[in-house]
């Protein structure tokens, strides 16, 4: 089964600052997708970016952007530029890309904290 | 953007009676919902995946009699949790798949049992 691993309960970065959120994950598959979702206090789960596993290049969404190292299983999440709005959990998510309608395997996420 | 309405956001309920859940694509067809269990302060737990017009496919451990789901169309799903008890509060979530494998999230449902 996978598994998917968030390391950071917990991050802070000053505003305008830049901040890097760690995920690894293990599967046995080639095919998958990855994502990140951010979780703010309203508890409403917001789609941040998301990668497919066949593409090598990094996907990117204005100040966020991910380094997808498919070789070390890693998915990481860099957020530029940070600001107050960013506060928020991130939960890193993993989705087999093969036939059915699988759900989405979260991390435990990481709490966020943004500085003024 | 695609939205999902979840009904209701809050229900306080007594022990032993039901409460029903609604999870509604609005502006867009779900063949494929699920629903999601998460705690104080954890992470999502997928629970179940509701598929219209069949059965519902739940994760090991998911009593299929305690937590009931009908996927009766293309644009809602509810998740029935029967006989609720107090280790049944918690946060319930769910989603609908509408592009290749991008899901919309509701915003939640917090059940307190009392």
């Known amino acids: 089964a996978q598994t998917v691993t968030q390391s950071q309960p917990e991050m802070s970065v000053q505003e305008a600052e830049t901040v890097t959120l760690s995920c690894t994950y293990d599967t046995s598959e080639s095919d998958y997708y990855l994502f990140w979702y951010k979780q703010p206090p309203s508890r409403q789960m917001i789609l941040v970016i998301r990668q497919e596993a066949y593409k090598q290049q990094n996907a990117t969404e204005n100040r966020f952007s991910v380094n997808f190292q498919k070789a070390a299983k890693s998915f990481s999440l860099k957020i530029s530029d940070s600001q107050l709005g960013d506060a928020a959990m991130y939960f890193c998510?993993?989705?087999?890309?093969?036939?059915?309608?699988?759900?989405?395997?979260f991390g435990k996420g990481t709490h966020l904290i943004i500085q003024p | 953007g695609a939205v999902v309405s979840q009904h209701p956001s809050w229900v306080i309920c007594k022990s032993g009676t039901s409460v029903k859940i609604e999870c509604r694509s609005l502006?867009?067809?779900?063949?494929?919902m699920f629903w999601y269990r998460q705690f104080p302060k954890q992470s999502l737990m997928l629970m179940a995946t509701s598929n219209e017009g069949s059965k519902a496919t739940y994760e090991q451990g998911v009593e299929k009699d305690k937590f009931l789901i009908n996927h009766a169309s293309l644009t809602l799903s509810t998740l029935t949790v029967t006989s609720a008890h107090p280790e049944d509060s918690s946060f319930y979530i769910c989603?609908?798949?509408?592009?290749?494998?991008?899901?919309?999230f509701g915003a939640g449902t917090r059940l307190s049992v009392l």
């Open positions: 989603s609908a798949r509408r592009l290749a494998n991008i899901q919309y």
């Open positions: 998510a993993y989705r087999y890309s093969g036939g059915g309608a699988d759900g989405l395997t």
């Open positions: 502006d867009f067809q779900a063949t494929t």
